[in-house]
Nanobody
Framework: QVQLTESGGGLVQPGGSLRLSCAAS????????MAWFRQAPGREREFVVA????????YYSDSAKGRFTISRDRAKNTIYLQMNNLKADDTAVYFC???????????????????WGRGTQVTISA
């Protein structure tokens, strides 16, 4: 079992920044995958960005490229999502997720992940 704890959400004005954190505990692996998905009101959950826990690869959605950056602290089993130049469309619940393996070309798919956090609310509003 893997437990995921997200933090860092909140309310920010358009153009602002937030950093989300996700700490993994339990039976984690150094060659797994961790990712962020988000779900806006009335919409399906969508992929944001994924990273291999060994740092070898990351994969960004088109909406995240250029504004969001994923990073990790291997010693803390924690990943971070730095979000800059936030827009109203970024308003959503952001979920951290963990998958036991990295599969090239598939890490934007929910079915590749085994564990999910409860989510943290991000609201972009003036």
């Amino acid at each position: 079992q893997v437990q995921l704890t997200e933090s860092g959400g909140g309310l920010v004005q358009p153009g602002g920044s937030l950093r989300l954190s996700c700490a993994a505990s339990g039976r984690t692996s150094t060659n797994a995958a961790m990712a962020w998905f988000r779900q806006a009101p009335g919409r399906e959950r969508e992929f944001v960005v994924a990273t291999r826990t060994n740092g070898a690869s990351s994969y960004y959605s088109d909406s995240a490229k250029g504004r969001f950056t994923i990073s990790r602290d291997r010693a803390k089993n924690t990943i971070y999502l730095q979000m800059n130049n936030l827009k109203a469309d970024d308003t959503a619940v952001y979920f951290c997720t963990y998958g036991s393996r990295w599969v090239v070309g598939r890490m934007s798919l929910e079915q590749e992940y085994d564990y999910w956090g409860r989510g943290t609310q991000v609201t972009i509003s003036a």
